[in-house]
């Protein structure tokens, strides 16, 4: 299934996309993409639907994919090509930081340039939805507590993160900086999460081209590692890590500018469009 958030932000409606690419409405069924609608009991529940039982929503603003996220986990240098192109090496754990949930926005939002950024820079990543609590899980067992998948654009602010003091949160989590969506892919529909191509353009022209092949932790290690530490709930978000092409590793590196364009998506789980402007 492929289900969603339609609606003016802050009045999004639960819906989900049907095989003809319809958008039908589930408020009739489940108050919301989060908590108990993504356990598996309730998927279950929204899958046993017929869609064209649903009311068909129009055309509107598709919000983030889930609600309700009460933690937005990032792995940072998770790609061996990206961490390449950066001058980094491969951590021996996967490197683990926080974005701030303030940070979510829809798949089509547009995204803020913070005052003072010099260098707003883009990420294409594959985001996995957790659908019921996991804590000390096994490598083996990790993808049980996976609800889904979906694009998640690790939007940063290089000198924030790395050239002042402290650590990487506040280059990551300014506002706007994470538009998740525009579906939450049950993972019934994604054969392997280790074999999607991943792609990125900015006005255009084509920055990343890459596949989750090349990811150095996978997803089911790297929920099964997290769990370990904190306990994961349904509606957490984390954010695998990017394939190379980002505008740091370029020679001259090249950053966002007010006005810029961003179009990105992960195969199986649509794209995102979102307008970069200057926060005044």
Known sequence: MKLM???????????????????????????????????????????????????????????????????????????????????????????????????????????????????????????????????????????????GYCVSHDVSERAFQTERAGQWTKGKSCDTFGPIGPWLVTKDEIADPQNLGMWLKVNGQTMQNGSSRTMVYGVAHIVSYLSQFMSLHPGDVISTGTPPGVGMGMKPPRYLRDGDVVELGIEGLGSQKQSFVADR
Request: hydrophobic share 40%.
């Open 5 to 147: 958030r339609v609606g003016e932000a802050g009045r999004e409606k639960p819906a989900l996309l049907d095989a003809d690419g319809k958008i039908r409405d589930l408020s009739g069924h489940v108050g919301d993409i989060g908590g108990e609608a993504i356990s598996p009991a309730g998927l279950a529940k929204i899958a046993a639907i017929d869609p064209k039982s649903l009311p068909e929503l129009g055309a509107g603003r598709i919000g983030a994919c889930v609600a309700g996220t009460g933690k937005f986990i990032c792995i940072g240098l998770n790609f061996s090509d990206h961490a390449a192109e950066t001058g980094a090496t491969v951590p021996p754990e996967p490197v683990i930081f926080m974005k701030a949930t303030s940070a979510i926005v829809g798949p089509n939002d547009t995204v803020l340039i913070p005052r003072g950024s010099e260098k707003t820079d883009w990420e294409v990543e594959l985001g996995v939805v957790i659908g019921k609590t996991a804590k000390y899980v096994s490598e083996a067992d990790a993808l049980d507590y996976v609800a």
